[in-house]
């Protein structure tokens, strides 16, 4: 006897997933209503290879000999590596820089497409997710980084998400940089540190955050108790900096800052800082900008507390977020938080042409707002119809293509419409097929009815709820359960009448 043959077992790789077709309907569905705003501010869409050299992508390139930190990378036949592309804006600033005598600026473009990870997997987190971006290269004035926050306002809006449910948060790298320098940190980690304290003020209130800029701080309140997060180790003089910085209305003037320093120094060492000030400057043009707009606070709102994107971002940064409270995929009432965020990345360009290119852009996590929206019941919405199943009850050439004429009929008539292609020899598994499709009607054509010029057309939504109610066959026969003989000439018509009368049932 033959060994059977070892069968490859089936298994997705780790953190990736399969999409169905709901998910993929809902982001088309949302894609299509944010392309329609990038469109109406003038963008123009682009598209860029999933693969990049992987020195262009420079960002994970590691001091390795496989460059594979944070990337995932194949060497070519030329002994190039090649990685694919961990977001949409390296791939953007390589195309600007090669293409730069070719283009006209500002470059104002969009991109949608699916950008890869090679990280550690976990609830949340996946190794391939879909990014939806835009971006204006060559425009040097803060004028684009509000328009750019803007955008942000009315895309969430166009995808239904009410004011007061979400906000566009708005921070500037220059003033972090300038806290950084006058409270005299130069150290990168600590730097880190520091940033990452400030950005938990929401979360943990400033007490908090005294912790977490001193000695550090406990997960349970109180020494002890839980995890401990070690701290960035300031002294008393430097939090007192921070918080009066992180609590302070910075585009309202000093308010704030002046909190006396435990020296009895009246005044913030932030408001003598060059790199502070210019970015608060940015800050006020930009407020001032939304607001002769008419997008006032609860749309767009300057907020030192933003950190993101430390590695590239050089001016303005911002952050979306819906603030609403939206049931998760166990039904338990969260808050999404950020749904998506961008920046100025004057930098980027430069590193391929030795010369400052301005650029601003903001990205937007497709899954993640997705999710959120399915959620809040802003997609999907409405369900694509299951296809009308045109049944087969004879297998000879003449009835098989009248089924299909049948078939291609009524798609003409744009009615989604399949024609089984199973065994079609047991009937009854023609019409459990549809009731797993979900299929509205069946269209059913036996030999009496071909000889006639007629086709049955069964209701299968009505023969549902009426079977429930019927209770011997007797009674079924009787009935002829949510059924019409109809000449073919009127197969369409019928079709489009029961179709609108079980829509009408449903509503």
Not at 113 to 129: A, D, I, L, S, T
Not at 282 to 311: F, M, N, P
Request: hydrophobic share 40%; aromatic share 8%.
């Amino acid at each position: 006897m033959a060994k059977k043959a070892d069968k490859t077992r089936a298994r997705l790789p780790r953190g990736f997933v399969d999409r169905h077709a709901s998910d993929i309907r809902a982001v088309d569905e949302m894609c299509a209503k944010i392309r329609e705003v990038y469109e109406r501010y003038g963008f123009d869409p682009v598209e860029t290879p999933i693969f990049e050299y992987t020195d262009a992508l420079g960002k994970f390139l590691p001091d390795q000999d496989r460059p594979n930190e944070g990337v995932f990378s194949v060497q070519d036949d030329d002994e190039q590596w090649l990685s694919l592309r961990y977001d949409l804006t390296a791939p953007l600033a390589r195309h600007v820089a090669e293409n730069f005598n070719d283009i006209q600026l500002p470059y104002r473009t969009y991109r949608a497409g699916y950008v890869f990870r090679n990280e550690k997997p976990g609830p949340g987190r996946f190794r391939q997710f879909m990014q939806f971006d835009a971006d204006t290269v060559g425009a040097p004035g803060v004028a684009a980084d509000a328009e750019m926050c803007m955008m942000m306002a009315d895309v969430m809006e166009a995808l239904g998400i009410a004011r007061g449910d979400y906000v566009i948060r708005v921070n500037n790298r220059k003033v972090l940089d300038g806290v950084m320098e006058a409270i005299g940190v130069s150290d990168d980690a600590q730097k880190l540190t520091v940033l990452r304290a400030i950005d938990k003020l929401d979360k943990f209130g400033p007490e908090g955050v005294k912790l977490l800029l001193g000695k550090g701080r406990w997960d349970g309140g109180k020494e002890g108790e839980g995890d401990f997060t070690k701290g960035a180790g300031l002294d008393e003089e430097a939090i007192s900096v921070i918080i009066g910085y992180a609590q302070a209305n910075i585009v309202q003037g000093e308010k704030g800052l002046l909190t006396a320093s435990p020296s009895g120094a009246a005044k913030s060492p932030l408001l003598d800082n060059a790199n502070f000030l210019s970015g608060t400057a940015e800050l006020t043009e930009i407020k001032s900008l939304c607001q002769a707009a008419g997008y006032q606070d609860d749309r767009i709102l300057i907020d030192q507390s933003v950190v993101r994107g430390l590695e590239y971002y050089t001016g303005p940064v911002f952050e979306a977020e819906l603030t609403a409270e939206i049931p998760n995929e166990k039904g338990e009432i969260v808050r999404f938080g950020s749904v998506g965020g961008g920046g100025r990345y004057d930098g980027l360009v430069s590193r391929f042409r030795g010369q400052p290119v301005p650029a601003t852009g903001f990205s937007i996590g497709v899954s993640r707002l997705m999710t959120a929206l399915k959620n809040l019941g802003k997609l999907g919405q409405d369900a694509v119809l299951p296809p009308v199943l045109v049944t087969v009850m004879d297998g000879d050439t003449e009835a098989m293509a009248k089924y299909q004429q049948f078939t291609q009929t009524l798609r003409t008539a744009g009615i989604r419409a399949e024609m089984y292609q199973g065994n079609w020899k047991k009937f009854g598994n023609q019409l459990k097929y549809a009731d797993r499709r979900g299929s509205p009607l069946a269209i059913i054509q036996g030999a009496d009815e071909r000889a006639n010029g007629e086709v049955q057309i069964k209701d299968l939504i009505e023969g549902k709820k009426l079977s429930a109610e019927i209770e011997s066959n007797e009674e079924w026969r009787e009935a002829r359960v949510a059924q019409l003989t109809v000449s073919e000439d009127e197969l369409v018509e019928t079709v489009r009448k029961m179709l609108a009368a079980q829509a009408g049932g449903a509503a």
